[in-house]
């Protein structure tokens, strides 16, 4: 799917800052990019999330941050969209702010290298994990909580404060992970990457993704590489990967039946891939989710 081009801070052009909360059945926001960097905490929520050229399960309490025109998008499991059965919900908190805005604003108070290395970095997407996850969410919590703007801004500069100094996170985009997607086909990747979430478990057919976008099989290979600097193979695979890893982790599954439920033709080739993922095999794996 391609991402369209997103105008979060569209008549709010004397703001710096803004923020959204989300409660809801489920994310309904198609993979989209924006100029604004964006701190998220997932209250609520689990299913697939693509940022930049990663693909991940996502879980309620994850906390994340974006920087400036990267691609993204939460994606819920099936669960949330069966009217007759869910009762899940779709719970966030969302901060989004213009960097350029924010760090001329702050440089009239003193030096904001560290501010600007960590915003920089933030273009790879940023997952954060012990002490810092903690203090973020209280402070995004204190934040949305706060009527005036005054105590919201010091609760946006304690965040700040947080980031600009903190080593507790993961990167979730490539090193070499460069933005080529146009706003010419905003809804393009949108359909292949729904489609491959409804349907990895299958032996999906090229032929028939490419027809989603209208291109013979050649031509998707082409254009799916050029926008996700992966193979449409590399990038199922990674789906099924990580789905296989959600269900090792939720103990629902034996081993040997996980390869056929994910998709996969034979239980070597699912040993062989989840290996080259994850460093170990999935028995090994699920040894590791049972001692962690």
Not at 72 to 101: C, G, L, M, T
Not at 111 to 129: D, E, P, S
Not at 190 to 204: C, G, H, L, P
Request: with cysteine; hydrophobic share 40%; proline share 2%.
């Amino acid at each position: 799917m391609k991402p369209v081009f997103a105008k979060i801070l569209e008549g709010l052009d004397n703001e710096v800052f803004k923020t959204k909360v989300i409660d809801q059945p489920y994310f309904s926001t198609a993979f989209h990019f924006h100029v604004e960097c964006q701190i998220t905490y997932m209250v609520e929520s689990e299913g697939k999330r693509i940022i930049g050229d990663s693909i991940e399960n996502f879980e309620k309490g994850e906390l994340i941050l974006l920087g400036s025109n990267i691609p993204h998008v939460w994606y819920n499991s099936e669960a949330y969209f069966d009217d007759k059965v869910n009762q899940k919900h779709a719970r966030s908190i969302s901060v989004f702010f213009n960097p350029d805005k924010l760090v001329g604003l702050l440089e009239q108070l003193g030096n904001m290298q560290k501010m600007k290395t960590v915003l920089q970095i933030a273009g790879r997407g940023m997952k954060f994990y012990g002490e810092t996850k903690s203090q973020l969410k209280k402070l995004l919590v204190q934040l949305v909580k706060e009527e005036e703007d005054f105590p919201k801004m010091i609760s946006l500069f304690k965040i700040l404060e947080v980031l600009s100094h903190t080593k507790e996170y993961h990167l979730l985009a490539s090193q070499g992970y460069t933005n080529t997607y146009q706003l010419k086909d905003n809804d393009r990747m949108d359909k292949v990457f729904k489609y491959v979430f409804e349907n990895f478990a299958t032996d999906m057919q090229l032929d028939d993704v490419a027809a989603l976008i209208n291109m013979n099989k050649q031509a998707f290979c082409r254009y799916f590489k050029s926008r996700t600097q992966k193979t449409f193979v590399e990038f199922v695979n990674e789906v099924r990967i990580g789905h296989a890893c959600k269900l090792i982790t939720d103990g629902e599954r034996q081993i040997g039946n996980l390869a056929y439920e994910c998709g996969f033709n034979s239980l070597s080739n699912f040993n062989r891939f989840f290996k080259e993922a994850k460093g170990v095999t999935p028995r090994d794996y699920k040894k590791m989710v049972a001692t962690a």
